[in-house]
């Protein structure tokens, strides 16, 4: 593990030389006789060329015997800079601790701590880099905290590692603290399954840790078990004034979608549906911000050139882009000169969101996920998982087996159907029969889209299986068509509440329905995440430091985590007559822990 970037430590040398720590006895004054000469060794260590540097304070330390310790601490820290700890050394060596006062003393022992790092000596690094008994300037405290975090895990002790980093992290920035979260991943995921689960299972539900075990054992291809409970609507609360409480909005925003190209459709239907509930706050008298909509095209180019043409014409917050490879290359920025919420998630999920960013799609790995729980929560012990061969059934089966795994469930069947194909029976035939006493805890997970799985049903109930079956959105065309889906008999599924005007508070879908040709059909649910994309830009970093807070969205209630990850929980409907009606009561307020690791990235 490397250390934290040189320039924050250069910050807390250059910060002690130029006096910004009171000076202890150690240190000469100002216009000591040694002065300029000071000045002009901090003049090298300034420029970069810290060898020279080591050499004029070691100078000063034979002229000015008086202050000699305190000289070769500068000295080995110079050295340090420069990548020559072994030179350093024995320079350190011959420094007398009981010399210098104040912080001073504290950066010989972080000296010496690094120097026993690179030593392999972890005993003496841990004895040098306790937390100090006093206050101290914040430089030194995260010089010893990310010394002693290397200590901890050169000593075999990545869990005290972690905490120690978990720790560190809300007082860094940056390409720091973005390096530090990589660390505390590393060292949990590196703990292997089985510890992590034991040592979370002892945490307080508010621990600082939590979200972080989470996280890694989502790392690790497991999925949470432990609900996140939803306890406040965000809005709910107003202030003296009507002002809601959590509602901020900046002055200007850009919103990047595809609006030429294949995406198009797409685009057009999420910018509908962003703007039809921007509107709809002016009807409350909220601030709103201007919006300018930017084409970000359908690749990573177009993407990063509407992103930076955006923050140059003054956009304070970003919303979007829509393609994952063009949020991919925007992250791969660095830090981010306006904070942005994107509309899909970056081609490589196990990184956390730069500061700044915040993560929200429409994932099937979700939906998956859901089916999972819903079903054991219904007391199933044995599915079989029958999907198509297209890019989100193949994504949601996979994230519902490793749900269903981790919920101790069975898989009993495993059929993939090739999407072009319309006689099912072999595959069907050759499918496992439950028992008389396993049936009544067998159920069927399905992902497909309408019409394969109209054709799916009557073929599965032919062959003699009547189990329940639990189906992803995938197998709802969004709207009536009753002749066509009574072969859906039964079938439940989850799905946007908007779509079934089931949340309360936004623009109904059927009111919109005859002037909006988005609301209509699947591209319904774009519409509904447009909507969602306007209703976190007020309440995002609300959300983020507010654990228990959600937004009633038409895409489900939705959790933003303290990384950024906006998580949806979904409605449950069901077929009944050939029309999908909500089930009653299913409008939850429980989200997993954790989003699902998502492979290959969003939707």
Sequence with gaps: MRPIRATALCVLITAGLAGCVTPGASRPEAHSPSGEATQAAQAMYTKGQFDQ???????????????????KLLAGEAYRQEGALDRAAPVVEDIRRSHLEGE????????????????????????????????????????LAELRARAQAAAGDPWSAAQTRVELD???????????????LT????????????????????????????EAEAQLGNVSRSPAVLDQAVGTVTGAQGVREGYKVPDKVALLLPLSGPLAGAGAAIR?????????????????????????????????????KAVAEGARFVVGPLNREGVSAIFAKGALPAPMLTLNYPADSKNLPPAGANEFGLLPETEGAQVADHMADKGIK?????????????RAGNAFKAEWQARGGTLANQVTLDANSIDFGAQLGALAVPTEDDASTSGVFISMKPQ?????????????????????????????????????????????????????GLPRRADLANALPATR?????????GMDAWGLVPYIDWMRGHAGAYLPGATGQLVADQFGRVRRVLIWARFADGVAHPVAGSLELEAPATAPNVENGGG
Aim: with cysteine.
């Design 452 to 504: 394969q799985a109209r054709l799916l049903l009557p073929q599965l109930r032919l062959a003699k299986n009547n189990l329940p079956v639990f189906a992803t959105s995938h197998v709802y065309a969004g709207g009536e068509d009753a002749t066509a889906d009574r072969d859906l008999e039964g079938v439940e599924f989850c799905d946007a509440p908007w779509l079934f005007d089931a949340q309360p």
């Design 382 to 394: 044995n599915a079989t998982v029958i999907v198509s061969t297209d890019d989100f059934a193949r």
């Design 53 to 71: 540097a080591a050499q004029a304070y070691l100078a000063l330390a034979q002229q000015d015997p008086d202050h000699r310790d305190y000289y």
């Design 104 to 143: 001073d003393a504290l950066r010989f022992d972080a000296l010496r701590a690094e120097i026993a790092l690179k030593n392999n000596d972890a005993k003496t690094a841990l004895s040098l880099t306790g937390k100090p008994a006093t206050r101290v300037s914040p430089q030194i405290d995260q010089r």
């Design 187 to 214: 060292l949990l995921t590196g703990m292997g399954n089985a510890e992590l689960a034991a040592r979370g299972n002892d945490l307080a539900g508010n621990d600082p840790m939590r979200p972080w075990v989470t």
């Design 272 to 308: 509908d549906g962003f703007f039809t509930n921007y509107v709809e706050a002016g009807h409350t008298n909220a601030p709103r911000p201007q919006v300018v909509v930017y084409d970000a095209g359908n690749d990573a180019a177009h993407a990063v050139a509407a992103y930076d």
């Design 170 to 184: 809300g007082q860094l920035r940056g390409l720091d603290r973005e390096q530090n979260r990589r660390e505390i």
């Design 521 to 529: 059909g699947v591209a319904a649910r774009l519409f509904a995440f």
